[in-house]
């Protein structure tokens, strides 16, 4: 049977007062330059898309077709950065059939752009938690390491998305027989890829809050976050293709510049919407942590001139 949580735990505060939780959480947001990270992580992610997605394209079309690879990441690249999709993808295809002149000075800077997202990201992080940071830091080399880390379980999680996204399309070409009828299996088919998409960002997202703040995070802080995170995402992003779509000028003021631009203010709305997520998570520990003890004032102490007794009352 539900039942609230006692008067002191810190989701009963919420509960007892959502409007000054949600108050503190903006003006902590603000305070830390929220918006600032969220361009810093938008540029930086900006520079990072391309040779991530290279790296990860090439390392699993020995592995899968490359024809269903691209088509699945134009399909899930639609979530990321909405109406700009196929201009990444045309160009990963290019990159595809010219992989052959890809040396070693080429791959080393593709590995390097491709985690100037994620350093960023934590440093980030860093500033939204920074209570955890006065009290620990994680080692460089953690830190070094983490990018690349992050490059290879998104690589595996793109292959198993693209695996079982192709089973899920083959499932749409089948029918069923019922009651002497044929009944196409198309739309079961799309809805369990938008529930595969879906369940891909809600995971890639609570590892974000899991791993990059410093310290140990509750799963299930990590899980709300990253669930909250997807939801606000979904609305926002169908909003930004909607505003492309019917009354952006975007076109108009920046001409060749547009797909740049385009991306990079889905980028940027992401970080928002990322960071704002990892503030509340923040703003909840604090809630959490005991209230520090009173310190007793302290004593000032003076000399005395010269030829004198010691200062103060005897």
């Known amino acids: 049977m539900f039942s609230l949580p006692p008067a002191g ?132 080399l953690v830190s070094a390491l983490m990018p690349y880390l992050y490059i290879l379980c998104l690589g595996l999680g793109l292959l198993v998305v693209t695996l079982v996204a192709g089973g899920l399309q083959g499932l749409g070409t089948g029918s069923v027989e019922l009651f002497g009828q044929s009944w196409s299996l198309g739309g079961m088919s799309r809805l369990l890829l938008y529930l595969l998409g879906l369940a891909g960002e809600i995971l890639l997202l609570t590892s974000i809050y899991l791993v990059m703040p410093v310290g140990r995070l509750s799963l299930s802080h990590a899980l709300i976050g990253g669930i909250t995170a997807a939801l606000l995402w979904e609305v926002s992003r169908r909003i930004l293709v909607w505003y492309f779509a019917t009354l952006s000028q975007i076109g108009v003021v920046y001409g060749s510049l547009t797909t740049a631009i385009a991306v990079l203010l889905s980028l940027e709305l992401g970080a928002a919407l990322l960071l704002l997520g990892a503030q509340v998570i923040s703003e909840y520990e604090r809630l959490a942590r005991p209230a520090a003890p009173v310190e007793a004032p302290v004593k000032v102490f003076t000399t005395a001139p010269v030829g004198e007794g010691p200062a103060g009352p005897p």
């Open 9 to 140: 735990h810190p989701a009963a505060k919420i509960v007892a007062q959502p409007g000054a939780f949600a108050l503190q959480t903006l003006k902590a947001f603000r305070a830390n330059q929220g918006l600032l990270l969220a361009g810093a992580v938008a540029y930086y992610a900006l520079l990072s898309i391309v040779p991530l997605l290279i790296l990860v394209v090439i390392a699993l079309s020995h592995v899968v077709d490359a024809v269903e690879l691209l088509s699945t990441v134009g399909r899930y690249l639609e979530w990321l950065v909405p109406g700009q999709s196929r201009t990444i993808v045309a160009e990963l295809a290019n990159f595809m059939a010219h992989r052959g002149v890809i040396g070693w000075v080429l791959l080393a800077t593709l590995l390097f752009f491709s985690s100037l997202a994620f350093t960023v990201l934590e440093n980030a992080m860093s500033v939204i938690f920074h209570h955890r940071v006065a009290i620990r830091r994680r080692h460089f």
